[in-house]
């Protein structure tokens, strides 16, 4: 993509209410833009990153055997008064039709897919199963704050699974929870496994999931060694305590919660009256687990864990694209001519391979073009100018390194396909 | 995928409510849920297709260089207020946060993109360009009626384009145009492009797109030959005359609007004051032109032109896979082994090469197994059975033609490459 063609521009001073990093980056970057407190719009290198988590997050939920469904948002007051939580909820949205209908608008989906899979579910052969969707959620939040971390309108990945014993669900849900370790790894985020108290869900077994950061809002006894964590508000362990699942000593940490998971029991089996007819011919109540990350939550977070002071870092699995080309003007006519056939010749080549290249083939100064680049934080820039042609090189420089070096620009090209693909 | 595997199941009847072929077909296939009047969820098959739908036309919105955005769903009321749409348009979803803020639900975007690009507009060297979504949209139907055509919420593609010239809008217009042909042509639609009387939003240039079906409720003054086509309400011209455009001769059609195109000129650029800064330094309004498709009423037009009385017929561009491999169950145990190795070895081997595959692995009769197939309605059967094995062969069915054929199992592999990739 040519920044010069591109709608969105970066700003260099953040909005006054953005307080933490990710509201500021993303921002200042134009990644996302506020419509309103908590509801925000996906610009093209934002929607890019979120795709990519978006991506991710499918990849392990089709990997456990989940079937992705797209679910409405619009839901009828009877699911959610069947439930109890028409009144229950104090976030959930609710509208009236012209026609004088009542609906809640989705914050969670068990009122829907329970009733949905009712039509499909009759005995032991047709369980278990679990399907997810990934779709936009409502929240009507007193206070919506922390940029993406906490909307008013978000995107969410919520997976439901159906069993018909408790052995079923015990096995499904551990497989769920190494799929949302190897997801969050995969998206570049190191996190802790922590215990849930239950909650208003459930008292039943229940887990979330804690990335680490210095700016979050949870404070973890946790594990260095392992993903073992605990809330610090309901922690049986205390600091300096050795971990029980490995020899590591727990230590105070700040966490970002990034996802949950649920054994939900017969909660919604019993208010739907959904069952199953078991091999001996009886009646059961079909047992139930729920899955959620917020996928733009888990953007903002991957920015809180990713940054420094010039901008975000991004992981290489989420990054907008791989490469930032940067050519800088020059005043010479012929040599200026000379950079952007260089640069336009490298960014054909690779956008060719298929590797996304942001070209700041923009009239900017060479000042603006690279504080650019480190604020939106594609993990290599490379850049081509007067001075870098005089050597027969291009510049390299990783995001992540303080270290520039040349490259010949006849090896540019092969150690960008080594970079992106190592 | 494995249909024992999959959650959901066909039905032998239709809702009694579903009046439309798309209702039906769609709803015993398993490939949509009604959740309510006008609102549907999409479950797997359904969801495949309706990916496929809007990545043609994501591709053909690339290809003339829009910008893919995703806007909120929550527009606050300023903004229709701003447009006097706030009582203007009767379909709009509305509502009140706790904290006594009124939402819109978004029916369109104008509202919200017209305030987000102007945050970005300065200059006349910041135009023309063009965003697009493919989100949820939600209206506040009096009556939800036929199938996925019109929901209360429902898929769409909705892109806005930005001008400093009537001639640049005109020329990005036509491209528009153009690109909605190919796509609409890409989904095996054949569409006849219709100058629209302007309607509510504007008396500036619009047109809508009719894909022809007999099922249509539009009534067409249309060309056989070309696409030229007008509404008969607004017709200028009659059956019999020749066309305006070519030499066919005009005739009466039926068809059903799956798409629409605006030129907005100020309309919004005035209520919102988008302005930018000349050439000449002059501060001027910025021209406007949309153009929406809705992708989930485009699966339901779909199945209205391709259908017969056992099933749809989709598409291969479009459909949820492109093998329906079917392996008859034997009562012959060793017969039945055979003939779920060779199944099993054909579906593995297609899998390996990207082909998609529903394979009905299911213990139902043959009966069930080929009124599902064509049910569901995939472009190719192939099937397998103690009588196809004895001839060393599986039988060749594809689903828009009668007719069926043995194929040698060492050639079928190659034959379906083949037909997929023809």
Same mark, same amino acid.
């Given at each position: 993509?040519?920044?010069?063609?591109?709608?969105?521009?970066?700003?260099?001073?953040?909005?006054?209410?953005?307080?933490?990093?990710?509201?500021?980056?993303?921002?200042?970057?134009?990644?996302?833009?506020?419509?309103?407190?908590?509801?925000?719009?996906?610009?093209?290198?934002?929607?890019?990153?979120?795709?990519?988590?978006?991506?991710?997050?499918?990849?392990?939920?089709?990997?456990v055997?989940?079937?992705?469904?797209?679910?409405?948002?619009?839901?009828?007051?009877?699911?959610?008064?069947?439930?109890?939580?028409?009144?229950?909820?104090?976030?959930?949205?609710?509208?009236?039709?012209?026609?004088?209908?009542?609906?809640?608008?989705?914050?969670?989906?068990?009122?829907?897919?329970?009733?949905?899979?009712?039509?499909?579910?009759?005995?032991?052969?047709?369980?278990?199963?679990?399907?997810?969707?990934?779709?936009?959620?409502?929240?009507?939040?007193?206070?919506?704050?922390?940029?993406?971390?906490?909307?008013?309108?978000?995107?969410?990945?919520?997976?439901?699974?159906?069993?018909?014993?408790?052995?079923?669900?015990?096995?499904?849900?551990e497989k769920v929870l190494e799929a949302y370790v190897v997801?969050?790894?995969?998206?570049?985020?190191?996190?802790?496994?922590?215990?849930?108290?239950?909650?208003?869900?459930?008292?039943?077994?229940?887990?979330?999931?804690?990335?680490?950061?210095?700016?979050?809002?949870?404070?973890?006894?946790?594990?260095?060694?392992?993903?073992?964590?605990?809330?610090?508000?309901?922690?049986?362990?205390?600091?300096?305590?050795?971990?029980?699942?490995?020899?590591?000593?727990?230590?105070?940490?700040?966490?970002?919660?990034?996802?949950?998971?649920?054994?939900?029991?017969?909660?919604?089996?019993?208010?739907?009256?959904?069952?199953?007819?078991?091999?001996?011919?009886?009646?059961?109540?079909?047992?139930?687990?729920?899955?959620?990350?917020?996928?733009?939550?888990?953007?903002?977070?991957?920015?809180?864990?990713?940054?420094?002071?010039?901008?975000?870092?991004?992981?290489?699995?989420? %990054?907008?694209?791989?490469?930032? @080309? *940067?050519? +800088?003007?020059?005043?010479?006519?012929? #040599?200026?001519?000379? =950079? /952007? !056939?260089?640069?336009?010749?490298?960014?054909?080549?690779?956008?060719?391979?298929?590797?996304?290249?942001?070209?700041?083939?923009?009239?900017?100064?060479?000042?603006?073009?690279?504080?650019?680049?480190?604020?939106?934080?594609?993990?290599?820039?490379?850049?081509?100018?007067?001075?870098?042609?005089?050597?027969?090189?291009?510049?390299?420089?990783?995001? %992540?390194?303080?270290?520039?070096? @040349? *490259?010949? +620009?006849?090896?540019?090209?092969?150690? #960008?396909?080594?970079? =992106? /693909? !190592?």
């Open positions: 993509m040519r920044l010069s063609r591109l709608f969105t521009k970066t700003s260099k001073s953040a909005p006054s209410d953005a307080e933490t990093p990710n509201a500021k980056l993303l921002i200042q970057g134009g990644f996302v833009d506020q419509e309103m407190a908590g509801v925000y719009t996906w610009l093209p290198l934002g929607l890019s990153v979120l795709r990519k988590v978006e991506q991710i997050v499918r990849e392990e939920m089709n990997a055997g989940g079937m992705e469904i797209f679910m409405p948002s619009l839901q009828p007051k009877e699911y959610w008064t069947t439930t109890k939580r028409w009144e229950g909820v104090d976030v959930l949205f609710k509208l009236k039709s012209q026609t004088g209908k009542d609906y809640a608008l989705g914050c969670t989906h068990e009122e829907v897919v329970t009733p949905l899979v009712q039509k499909f579910i009759k005995s032991y052969k047709d369980l278990p199963f679990a399907a997810y969707q990934i779709n936009t959620k409502f929240r009507d939040e007193l206070r919506a704050k922390s940029g993406v971390l906490r909307g008013r309108e978000f995107r969410m990945k919520d997976m439901y699974s159906f069993h018909t014993t408790q052995e079923s669900l015990t096995a499904f849900y997801a969050y790894n995969r998206c570049g985020l190191n996190v802790k496994v922590v215990q849930a108290s239950g909650g208003v869900f459930t008292q039943n077994m229940s887990h979330e999931f804690q990335a680490l950061t210095d700016a979050g809002e949870d404070v973890l006894i946790a594990c260095p060694n392992c993903d073992f964590g605990q809330n610090s508000e309901v922690a049986t362990y205390k600091v300096g305590d050795t971990c029980p699942k490995c020899d590591g000593t727990l230590a105070q940490m700040k966490g970002v919660e990034v996802g949950n998971i649920f054994d939900l029991g017969t909660k919604y089996s019993d208010a739907f009256d959904l069952n199953f007819t078991d091999e001996d011919g009886t009646q059961k109540k079909v047992l139930m687990g729920c899955y959620g990350i917020g996928t733009s939550r888990l953007v903002g977070a991957i920015v809180e864990v990713h940054n420094d002071e010039r901008g975000i870092i991004w992981p290489k699995s989420v %990054a907008p694209a791989q490469v930032h @080309l *940067v050519s +800088l003007n020059s005043k010479n006519q012929e #040599v200026q001519d000379q =950079v /952007t !056939e260089e640069a336009e010749d490298l960014y054909d080549n690779l956008t060719k391979q298929g590797i996304e290249v942001i070209w700041d083939d923009r009239d900017a100064s060479p000042g603006q073009k690279l504080a650019d680049a480190d604020l939106l934080g594609v993990p290599l820039r490379v850049l081509i100018s007067e001075k870098t042609l005089k050597e027969g090189a291009a510049e390299w420089k990783e995001r %992540a390194s303080s270290e520039s070096k @040349l *490259v010949k +620009l006849e090896d540019v090209r092969e150690d #960008v396909v080594s970079f =992106v /693909t !190592e």
